[in-house]
Structure formats: structure tokens, C-alpha cells
């Protein structure tokens, strides 16, 4: 099942037997299971007959004996496995599954990683009707703005494109942590604002106006007194800019402004997916592939590879690079 679909059925009070949610992404699991703990029982019921437990503090037999006790003064018993993949074994669990209890809901958030599907447990909870399965996968990137803009359309504001794009380049693809940036951000703002580049600054402190965006811009418009500006903002905040951030966000940068080049001439849809960007965002890297020839990108993608490896430590015992950084921005520029 889809993640709507299974929150649609929990909402339409339809419930399954057992439910197995595994993958690499741990917002979605997170968020089926804070509604199953939330709203299958009332209030009154949920200290009786509602049991969250972890992975790592009980044995799959535990589990099990769980699982199959009966409600006390209701139709459900709801049993949460959290940390599901810290269980040492999964013999038991397949035991339980082929005949579950019909008034239990038994949930296993398997987190941060997948469940080998060639494993016979898979085999088995992929092919039983009790269990609805859930695969959390990790976001594509070029994904992180459809997001942002869903998240905050369900609670009632929408968001400027350059704002949008401020965000999802600096918060990357993690759910969990975009989500805790966005609660931030709404504490403060009336409902139906329409959040700008402003609000983003006053309220997750990403500058508007000295960020990797407008360095990229200043790139693309051959403006060299606005980028070395914003590189002194860089070294002058090196906490909030550090220069190992930086350099693979401009790296990632300048390498889709290379496949750009090389897709040009296809259908606007077909080259933002494979150089994994969203549409909203196409027109900046077609602005930069007519600003720099692939030569010249070629030559700025293996100066940043250097500069990334030497801010690491490797040929350099200077670990800032910004006055590396400053000698790649003119170099870029000449």
C-alpha cells in the first residue's frame, strides 16, 4: 500500500491485523505510526489496551505474547514495535502472522534500512493478507520541492518560488529534519501567508541575501563583487557556512548545469528528471549552461573536487578554504 492509502483506510477506521513499515526513510514510518498510536483508541482505552515497546528491549517472543492477548473493555488491542529492526529474529513474528489475533493491530516500524526481500520473512509477510507493508524510500532531491510545497499547502500556506528553492537547497532530503524547519518557520506566521525569502531568514536563519543560491547566481550573471561578498559572509559565519557544505552543493551545482548542456533540445519535463532537479527551478541551469561553455563547467567541476578534498585535509592543513574558495570564484569569472 501507498502511505495515502494506508492513512486513508486508518481513517476510515479500516484496520489491518499487522502492519510492516521498513525503509531507508524514516519520516513516513514515523508518521503511520504516530497516527496508529494517536487515533485507533480513545483515550479511556489507551492505557489499557496499548503497548509501545522497542526493538532492542524485547525478545520476538515477547512480541508475540503480546500480540496475542485480548482487550479489556474494547474492540482493540494496539501493540507498536519500535526500533522493529533491532529484533535478533523473525521466526516467531512469521509464526504469529500466519494466524494473527483479529482484536490486535500489531505495527513494526522497521527503520533506517530495508528488509532483504530475498529473505524468507519478506517472502512471508509480502504474501500473507494480514500484513500491509509499507516501503519508505528515500526522496529524490529534484522531489524536495513538491514536498515542501505539500507539506505547507495541508496547513493552509503557500510559498514563493525563490524562497522554495532557498530551502530545498539548503535542508538536502531529509524528511525529519525539513519537517522541524517548516514547524519552526509557521509558529510564527499567520495562516495563509505567502512565505518569502524573508521568513525563511527571520525564522530558520538562511540568509536571503548570502546563501549558496545567490553565490550560484552571481556565478551565472558574472557579477564578481556580489559573489565575493557573499564568500566574505562565508568566512565571516563559518558555523552556519562551513566550507564542506559549500563546496559539494556548488560541486552538484555545476555538474547538473554539465548534463544540461549535454540534454539540451529535449522537452523541458524530460531533461529536469534526469538531471533531477524540479521544473520550477529548470531555468536557472539552462541561464548557467548559456553562461559557461561544458569546457569551461568541466574545468570548474574538477577545481571544486580539488577544493572539497583539500577541506578535508588532504594536501592542506588549512581546513576553511575560503581563500581557496575566493581564488575559484575569480578563476570562474575570468
Known sequence: MTFAEIVRNLGNKIFAPVYFFHGEEPWYIDQLTDLIEDSILDAATRDFNQSVIYGYDVTPREVVDLARQFPMMGNYQVVIVKEAQELKSWDEIEKYIAQPLSTTILVLAHKHKKVDKRKAFYKTITGSKNVVVFESVKIRDNKIPDFIKEELAKKGFNIESRALQLMAEYLGNDLGKINNELQKLLINLPPNTRINEGHIEQNIGISKDFNVFELQNALVQRNILKAQRI??????????????????????????????????????????SEIGVSPYFLSEYALAAKSFSPLKVKGVISDLRKLDLKSKGVDSTDSTGYDDLKVLVYKILN
Do not use: C, R
Request: aromatic fraction near 14%; avoid cysteine; glycine fraction near 2%.
Open 231 to 272: 564568500v566574505n559572509y562565508f568566512e565571516a559565519n563559518p558555523k552556519d557556512n562551513p566550507i564542506q557544505m559549500l563546496t559539494p552543493m556548488l560541486h552538484n551545482f555545476f555538474m547538473k548545469v554539465f548534463l544540461y548542456s549535454n540534454l539540451a533540445g529535449n522537452p523541458p519535463n524530460i531533461i529536469a
